[in-house]
T-cell receptor, first 114, second 112 residues
Framework: AQSVTQPDIHITVSEGASLELRCNYSYGATPYLFWYVQSPGQGLQLLLKYFSGDTLVQGIKGFEAEFKRSQSSFNLRKPSVHWSDAAEYFC????????????FGTGTQLKVEL | NAGVTQTPKFRVLKTGQSMTLLCAQDMNHEYMYWYRQDPGMGLRLIHYSVGEGTTAKGEVPDGYNVSRLKKQNFLLGLESAAPSQTSVYFCASLGQGNTEAFFGQGTRLTVV
């Protein structure tokens, strides 16, 4: 069964500092991988996705993520965090059959200090 | 461009009451999903559908039923609500051959 682990429950960074959120996945084949962001009381917004090709993917709001098959990881990065980036971030893995279901990690809550 | 619309947005139920959450999508998507979100647990799949007239169980289906009588609608029912079903519920849809699912804005349900 597919699964996603986000080892960091909370992360605090200073505005302007770099950010890396960790994500490890378990999936039997080449995975579809996603990062979503959720602001308080809001729905989910897709930041970026990977399903093939270049292992470094660019997303919205200046985020990027790198797929590393050897480490089963898909870490999210941003070179300079803005206060408006404070939110909860979810990594997800999608199946390519059996209903194309998304399995989510437990999320990482990002706090940005001014 | 409504996308995925969930009704209602908020609801308070008493233990034992029943209710139905409606998810409607206008993108002609084949796949639809119901998730629940709880603090520290991410989103967990309750039920899903791969097409009109079909439904299947997800990770946490107990206490819920679903129906997909029309392609554009996916209903989630609680026959006898329990406090453990207090959660935020999200619906999503996905088109055949697509990789990006679209999510509704969520329904915040409190069972007292």
């Amino acid at each position: 069964a597919q699964s996603v682990t986000q080892p960091d429950i909370h992360i605090t960074v200073s505005e302007g500092a770099s950010l890396e959120l960790r994500c490890n996945y378990s999936y039997g084949a080449t995975p579809y991988l996603f990062w979503y962001v959720q602001s308080p009381g809001q729905g989910l917004q897709l930041l970026l996705k990977y399903f093939s090709g270049d292992t470094l993917v660019q997303g919205i709001k200046g985020f990027e993520a790198e797929f590393k098959r050897s480490q089963s990881s898909f870490n999210l990065r941003k070179p300079s965090v803005h206060w408006s980036d404070a939110a909860e971030y979810f990594c997800a893995v999608g199946s390519t059959g059996g209903g194309n279901k998304l399995t989510f990690g437990t999320g990482t809550q990002l706090k940005v200090e001014l | 461009n409504a996308g995925v619309t969930q009704t209602p947005k908020f609801r308070v139920l008493k233990t034992g009451q029943s209710m139905t959450l409606l998810c409607a999508q206008d993108m002609n998507h084949e796949y639809m999903y119901w998730y629940r979100q709880d603090p520290g647990m991410g989103l967990r799949l309750i039920h899903y559908s791969v097409g009109e007239g079909t439904t299947a169980k997800g990770e946490v289906p107990d206490g819920y039923n679903v129906s997909r009588l029309k392609k554009q609608n996916f209903l989630l029912g609680l026959e006898s609500a329990a406090p453990s079903q207090t959660s935020v519920y999200f619906c999503a849809s996905l088109g055949q051959g697509n990789t990006e699912a679209f999510f509704g804005q969520g329904t915040r349900l409190t069972v007292v």
